[in-house]
């Protein structure tokens, strides 16, 4: 009667809270102070805030208001100036898991430890949901609890198979791989929720790769920390960043559902194959691909200089036949036809005076202005 718990999600209007300012005004039955729990607080509406406001800034002596919720920033701020905040983080696995033995012992509720520390790790630091789910799982009636039954209550993966899956990668044992591929698509697992419980596993290892206080960051049961170390331990960093790029775009292609098994199968097969070159590896195969980048590099040299030679070869002889022509054209430059047809002219003069002189000497006169002619001509 005196600790009332009010859920702003579903009343978050200004009605609601008109109603709770008339309730704080009677003093509680039993306690000295009357609480009023608002949980998801930033649900409410402006006019609800406000209303809410005025409460606040004079509130009865009798009355402690709690006001619960994840996205504080939602606040508007007049409210949270008038608040005091404390922040709470969740609680860590051990922490959980020693509070729900504690809790199955004063009500005699027989579990094993694997299904303590499975549910310790599901519930991801709420001690609340863990409490909850404890009073399900006994009232199953069950003599004792085992980790098939909180599977079976919560739909989650068995940590076992987790660490055997991760084993089958460094191993790379493809036969075994297939197997458990079969396995876990042929039961009601859910894909989704397996693959996801993996990326965090993987998480995990990687964070325990990379750190000296890994436990200060991941949130690990003591019962699996060796397993954690060990798996880290044998893994490469870059073995592991690519099983979460793998595995985080798996996740979105089986987001529908659709052809989920197939992508699963498929993934599992690349991750299975992946392997990480070591240095020695990577240095041999950077040599080769030196040696057959500069053998490529010689022959395009010695293609260039072929078509280098062809072409200076080829623009020398354009150069002798022009020089020919250039010749012939001077021989042609120097002959004079005036030159000629004055010859001519003269030859055939004195031609007719040799005739009219005598007939004797025609014969002669002739050869000799036919041997002059010829000389003349010799001449040019």
């Known amino acids: 009667m005196d600790v009332v718990e009010i859920d702003a999600a579903s009343n978050r209007g200004i009605n609601e809270i008109r109603e709770l300012r008339e309730k704080v005004k009677y003093l509680p039955n039993i306690l000295r102070k009357k609480v009023y729990i608002i949980d998801e607080v930033h649900m409410l509406t402006t006019e609800a805030f406000n209303a809410l406001l005025k409460v606040l800034e004079e509130p009865p002596e009798h009355v402690i208001f709690i006001m619960a919720t994840t996205e504080p920033n939602k606040v508007i701020p007049t409210v949270m100036s008038r608040c005091q905040r404390f922040d709470f983080f969740p609680i860590p696995m051990d922490k959980i898991k020693e509070r729900l033995q504690k809790i199955a012992k004063s009500e005699k509720i027989t579990i094993s430890d694997s299904a303590i520390s499975l549910i310790s790790k599901y519930v991801d630091g709420s001690l609340r949901d863990a409490d909850g789910i404890l009073e399900q799982l006994a009232a199953f009636g069950e003599d004792k609890i085992e980790v098939a039954d909180v599977i079976s209550l919560l739909g989650v993966t068995d940590l076992e198979m987790l660490f055997e899956f991760t084993d089958i990668l460094i191993e790379k044992n493809l036969v075994r791989g297939l197997l458990l591929v079969n396995k876990i698509t042929g039961s009601n697992q859910n894909l989704k929720v397996f693959v996801s419980e993996f990326l965090d596993h993987l998480y995990d290892l990687y964070v325990i790769k990379n750190y000296n206080n890994p436990f200060e960051i991941v949130n690990i049961s003591e019962d699996y920390k060796d397993k954690c170390l060990g798996q880290a331990k044998r893994l490469q960093k870059e073995e592991i960043e690519f099983y979460m790029e793998l595995f985080t775009d798996l996740l979105k292609q089986i987001k529908w559902g659709e052809g989920s098994k197939v992508f699963f199968k498929s993934a599992v097969v690349r991750a299975i194959n992946f392997i990480v070159l070591d240095e020695k590896e990577i240095g041999k195969k950077t040599r080769l691909m030196e ?28 150069d002798v036949d022009t020089s020919v022509y250039e010749n012939e054209e001077d021989n042609f430059d120097i002959i004079n036809v005036n030159e000629i047809d004055k010859m001519v002219s003269e030859v055939d003069i004195q031609s007719k005076h040799a005739v009219s002189g005598g007939k004797a000497h025609k014969s002669e006169i002739s050869d000799a202005g036919v041997e002059k002619k010829d000389e003349e001509i010799g001449l040019i």
Do not use: F, P, V
């Open 291 to 318: 040696t057959q980048i500069e053998s490529l590099r010689k022959e395009i040299d010695k293609i260039n200089s072929m078509q280098e030679g062809y072409k200076n070869s080829h623009n020398h002889k354009a």
